[in-house]
Protein backbone atom coordinates (compact mmCIF):
# COMPACT_ATOMS: atom_id res chain seq x y z
CA UNK A 1 0.00 0.00 0.00
CA UNK A 2 1.45 3.35 -1.00
CA UNK A 3 2.49 5.55 1.59
CA UNK A 4 1.01 9.55 2.31
CA UNK A 5 2.89 11.74 -0.59
CA UNK A 6 3.25 15.49 -0.09
CA UNK A 7 4.57 17.39 -2.65
CA UNK A 8 6.32 19.55 -3.14
CA UNK A 9 8.87 18.42 -1.16
CA UNK A 10 10.97 21.39 -1.25
CA UNK A 11 9.96 25.02 -1.91
CA UNK A 12 11.30 28.68 -1.59
CA UNK A 13 9.50 31.71 -1.22
CA UNK A 14 9.48 35.52 -0.48
CA UNK A 15 7.64 37.28 2.12
CA UNK A 16 3.42 38.28 1.53
CA UNK A 17 3.59 36.17 -1.26
CA UNK A 18 1.18 32.81 -0.95
CA UNK A 19 1.89 28.74 -0.93
CA UNK A 20 -0.39 25.80 -1.72
CA UNK A 21 0.66 22.23 -0.49
CA UNK A 22 -0.60 19.10 -1.18
CA UNK A 23 -1.20 16.21 0.26
CA UNK A 24 -2.42 12.55 -0.92
CA UNK A 25 -3.29 10.24 2.05
CA UNK A 26 -3.16 6.42 1.99
CA UNK A 27 -5.74 4.71 0.11
CA UNK A 28 -8.95 4.06 2.56
CA UNK A 29 -7.98 7.09 5.30
CA UNK A 30 -10.63 9.84 5.48
CA UNK A 31 -8.87 11.40 8.01
CA UNK A 32 -5.88 14.43 7.11
CA UNK A 33 -4.08 16.14 9.37
CA UNK A 34 -1.50 18.77 8.95
CA UNK A 35 1.87 19.84 11.45
CA UNK A 36 4.04 22.55 11.12
CA UNK A 37 7.65 21.74 12.28
CA UNK A 38 10.08 23.92 13.75
CA UNK A 39 13.35 24.14 15.35
CA UNK A 40 12.01 25.88 18.17
CA UNK A 41 8.35 25.37 18.84
CA UNK A 42 8.63 21.17 17.48
CA UNK A 43 5.75 19.61 15.99
CA UNK A 44 2.80 22.22 16.20
CA UNK A 45 -0.90 20.65 15.32
CA UNK A 46 -2.51 23.09 12.87
CA UNK A 47 -5.60 21.31 11.51
CA UNK A 48 -7.68 17.84 10.73
CA UNK A 49 -9.99 17.45 7.66
CA UNK A 50 -12.35 14.54 7.88
CA UNK A 51 -14.75 13.55 4.60
CA UNK A 52 -14.01 16.83 3.37
CA UNK A 53 -14.89 19.07 7.01
CA UNK A 54 -12.30 20.15 8.98
CA UNK A 55 -13.32 18.60 12.21
CA UNK A 56 -9.97 19.98 14.36
CA UNK A 57 -7.82 23.32 13.83
CA UNK A 58 -4.86 24.42 16.28
CA UNK A 59 -4.06 28.06 17.28
CA UNK A 60 -2.97 29.12 13.89
CA UNK A 61 -3.76 32.18 12.90
CA UNK A 62 -6.08 32.86 9.83
CA UNK A 63 -3.59 32.63 6.95
CA UNK A 64 -3.13 29.07 7.57
CA UNK A 65 -6.20 27.21 5.86
CA UNK A 66 -6.91 24.11 4.45
CA UNK A 67 -9.64 21.69 2.33
CA UNK A 68 -10.00 18.21 1.53
CA UNK A 69 -11.30 16.83 -1.45
CA UNK A 70 -13.56 13.93 -2.52
CA UNK A 71 -11.13 11.98 -2.50
CA UNK A 72 -9.55 12.47 1.03
CA UNK A 73 -6.57 14.66 -1.22
CA UNK A 74 -6.23 17.62 0.60
CA UNK A 75 -4.40 21.06 0.39
CA UNK A 76 -3.36 23.55 3.09
CA UNK A 77 -2.78 27.29 1.95
CA UNK A 78 -0.39 29.96 3.31
CA UNK A 79 -1.17 33.39 2.79
CA UNK A 80 0.73 36.17 3.24
CA UNK A 81 3.86 34.52 3.93
CA UNK A 82 6.02 35.80 7.01
CA UNK A 83 9.69 34.70 7.67
CA UNK A 84 8.81 32.27 10.99
CA UNK A 85 6.45 30.28 8.54
CA UNK A 86 9.66 28.58 7.13
CA UNK A 87 8.80 25.07 8.64
CA UNK A 88 8.53 21.73 7.51
CA UNK A 89 5.16 20.97 6.97
CA UNK A 90 3.65 17.25 7.32
CA UNK A 91 0.44 15.60 6.68
CA UNK A 92 -0.84 12.65 8.44
CA UNK A 93 -3.51 10.17 7.39
CA UNK A 94 -5.93 7.98 9.55
CA UNK A 95 -8.37 5.66 9.19
CA UNK A 96 -11.46 6.55 11.69
CA UNK A 97 -9.63 5.83 14.83
CA UNK A 98 -5.97 4.89 15.19
CA UNK A 99 -2.34 6.19 14.62
CA UNK A 100 -1.78 8.91 12.14
CA UNK A 101 0.75 8.11 9.45
CA UNK A 102 2.73 10.66 8.26
CA UNK A 103 4.05 11.77 5.04
CA UNK A 104 7.99 12.82 4.28
CA UNK A 105 6.71 16.57 4.59
CA UNK A 106 7.24 19.86 2.51
CA UNK A 107 10.35 21.89 3.44
CA UNK A 108 9.05 25.62 3.36
CA UNK A 109 11.80 28.47 3.08
CA UNK A 110 10.06 31.79 3.17
CA UNK A 111 12.88 34.25 1.99
CA UNK B 1 2.31 26.01 27.53
CA UNK B 2 4.16 22.75 26.72
CA UNK B 3 1.52 20.14 27.60
CA UNK B 4 3.47 17.13 26.79
CA UNK B 5 7.51 17.49 27.69
CA UNK B 6 10.27 15.38 27.15
CA UNK B 7 13.18 16.75 29.42
CA UNK B 8 15.78 14.70 27.98
CA UNK B 9 17.03 16.34 24.80
CA UNK B 10 19.42 13.26 23.81
CA UNK B 11 20.53 10.04 25.08
CA UNK B 12 23.08 7.70 24.15
CA UNK B 13 22.64 3.70 24.75
CA UNK B 14 24.85 0.95 24.22
CA UNK B 15 23.83 -1.84 21.81
CA UNK B 16 22.22 -4.84 23.64
CA UNK B 17 21.16 -2.71 26.53
CA UNK B 18 17.89 -0.82 27.25
CA UNK B 19 16.77 2.29 26.29
CA UNK B 20 14.07 4.56 28.61
CA UNK B 21 12.69 7.39 27.05
CA UNK B 22 10.74 9.42 29.29
CA UNK B 23 7.35 11.97 28.65
CA UNK B 24 5.51 14.03 30.80
CA UNK B 25 2.32 15.89 30.43
CA UNK B 26 -0.18 18.21 32.04
CA UNK B 27 -3.65 18.09 30.54
CA UNK B 28 -5.28 15.68 32.63
CA UNK B 29 -8.09 15.15 29.87
CA UNK B 30 -5.03 13.52 27.40
CA UNK B 31 -6.22 9.89 27.11
CA UNK B 32 -4.59 8.47 24.41
CA UNK B 33 -0.60 8.52 23.69
CA UNK B 34 1.28 7.48 21.26
CA UNK B 35 5.02 7.07 20.26
CA UNK B 36 6.75 8.25 17.44
CA UNK B 37 10.31 7.88 15.67
CA UNK B 38 11.91 10.24 13.40
CA UNK B 39 14.90 10.13 11.41
CA UNK B 40 16.23 13.17 8.99
CA UNK B 41 14.07 13.57 6.25
CA UNK B 42 11.21 12.01 6.70
CA UNK B 43 8.07 12.14 9.03
CA UNK B 44 7.53 10.66 11.92
CA UNK B 45 6.84 7.12 12.23
CA UNK B 46 4.31 5.62 14.51
CA UNK B 47 5.74 3.12 16.77
CA UNK B 48 3.28 2.20 19.97
CA UNK B 49 0.37 3.27 21.54
CA UNK B 50 -1.35 2.83 24.96
CA UNK B 51 -5.24 4.21 26.21
CA UNK B 52 -5.61 5.85 29.37
CA UNK B 53 -7.02 2.69 30.29
CA UNK B 54 -4.15 0.70 30.62
CA UNK B 55 -0.77 0.92 32.69
CA UNK B 56 1.33 -0.85 29.92
CA UNK B 57 1.07 -2.00 26.23
CA UNK B 58 3.92 -4.25 24.57
CA UNK B 59 4.92 -4.93 21.10
CA UNK B 60 8.06 -6.65 20.53
CA UNK B 61 11.05 -5.26 21.50
CA UNK B 62 9.04 -1.96 22.32
CA UNK B 63 7.46 -0.93 25.49
CA UNK B 64 5.17 1.81 26.62
CA UNK B 65 4.30 2.04 30.23
CA UNK B 66 1.96 4.81 31.82
CA UNK B 67 1.40 6.13 35.01
CA UNK B 68 -1.67 8.51 35.07
CA UNK B 69 -1.79 9.25 38.67
CA UNK B 70 2.39 10.86 37.81
CA UNK B 71 1.14 12.38 34.46
CA UNK B 72 3.98 10.28 32.82
CA UNK B 73 4.98 7.74 30.41
CA UNK B 74 7.88 6.13 28.96
CA UNK B 75 9.34 4.02 26.32
CA UNK B 76 11.32 0.99 27.13
CA UNK B 77 13.47 -0.31 24.23
CA UNK B 78 14.98 -4.02 24.90
CA UNK B 79 17.61 -4.42 23.40
CA UNK B 80 18.40 -1.63 21.46
CA UNK B 81 19.99 -1.64 18.43
CA UNK B 82 21.72 0.73 16.57
CA UNK B 83 18.69 1.30 13.74
CA UNK B 84 16.93 2.27 16.52
CA UNK B 85 18.85 5.97 16.72
CA UNK B 86 16.53 8.45 16.05
CA UNK B 87 14.40 11.34 17.21
CA UNK B 88 12.25 10.03 19.32
CA UNK B 89 8.74 12.22 20.08
CA UNK B 90 5.89 11.37 22.04
CA UNK B 91 2.69 12.65 21.41
CA UNK B 92 -0.89 12.74 23.34
CA UNK B 93 -4.37 13.24 22.47
CA UNK B 94 -7.28 14.24 24.68
CA UNK B 95 -10.65 13.09 21.99
CA UNK B 96 -9.71 9.74 21.99
CA UNK B 97 -8.93 9.39 18.06
CA UNK B 98 -5.77 10.65 17.78
CA UNK B 99 -6.55 13.08 15.23
CA UNK B 100 -5.28 15.95 17.15
CA UNK B 101 -1.78 15.31 18.60
CA UNK B 102 0.00 17.28 20.90
CA UNK B 103 3.83 16.83 20.47
CA UNK B 104 6.53 16.46 22.59
CA UNK B 105 9.95 17.90 21.72
CA UNK B 106 11.69 14.77 21.19
CA UNK B 107 14.46 13.09 22.23
CA UNK B 108 17.21 11.64 20.08
CA UNK B 109 18.10 8.54 21.10
CA UNK B 110 21.99 7.07 19.66
CA UNK B 111 22.84 3.38 20.35
CA UNK B 112 26.47 2.72 20.02
CA UNK B 113 28.29 -0.59 19.23
Known amino acids: KAGVTQTPRYLIKTRGQQVTLSCSPISGHRSVSWYQQTPGQGLQFLFE???????NKGNFPGRFSGRQFSNSRSEMNVSTLELGDSALYLC??????????FGPGTRLTVL | DQQVKQNSPSLSVQEGRISILNCDYTNSMFDYFLWYKKYPAEGPTFLISISSIKDKNEDGRFTVFLNKSAKHLSLHIVPSQPGDSAVYFC????????????FGTGTRLQVTL
Open chain 2, 91 to 102: AATADGTASKLT
Open chain 1, 49 to 55: YFSETQR
Open chain 1, 92 to 101: ASSLWVGEQF
